[in-house]
């Protein structure tokens, strides 16, 4: 919660409160105020990422999502089914991951 809290505070002019956020996960708006000052000091107040640092991310939420989603295709062709429907997913990937980078630059 915490994470999301800063992040929304930083990227949104007209963010929620503490006390909308933290309703929404279930904990208080003073657990989720102590939350948030720890979280600030975990990645020292740094929100931004490198570059390589989110292809990382991208790579590993990738390989999640690859891993944990199963294509069930009833037909001969389902193997080369499956595989354009993994390759049409990567290229989903890329132009978001592409079209995020051009958009904070």
């Known amino acids: 919660m915490a994470s999301i ?5 930083h990227f949104l ?3 929620c409160n ?3 956020f933290a309703k929404c996960g279930g904990i ?3 657990e989720l105020t102590i939350d948030e000052i720890e979280y600030l000091k975990l990645i020292n107040y740094s929100l931004h990422i490198s570059e390589d640092d989110y292809y990382c991310y991208i790579k590993k939420l990738d390989n999640f999502f690859m891993k944990s989603i199963t294509i069930k295709i009833k037909d001969n062709n389902a193997e080369n089914k499956e ?3 993994c390759n049409q997913y990567n290229n989903q990937i890329n132009h978001f991951s592409n079209k995020q980078l051009m958009a904070d630059k």
């Open 5 to 9: 809290t800063v992040n929304s505070k």
């Open 13 to 15: 002019d007209d963010a």
């Open 18 to 20: 503490n006390k909308i």
């Open 28 to 30: 208080t708006a003073q």
């Open 83 to 85: 595989n354009k429907n």
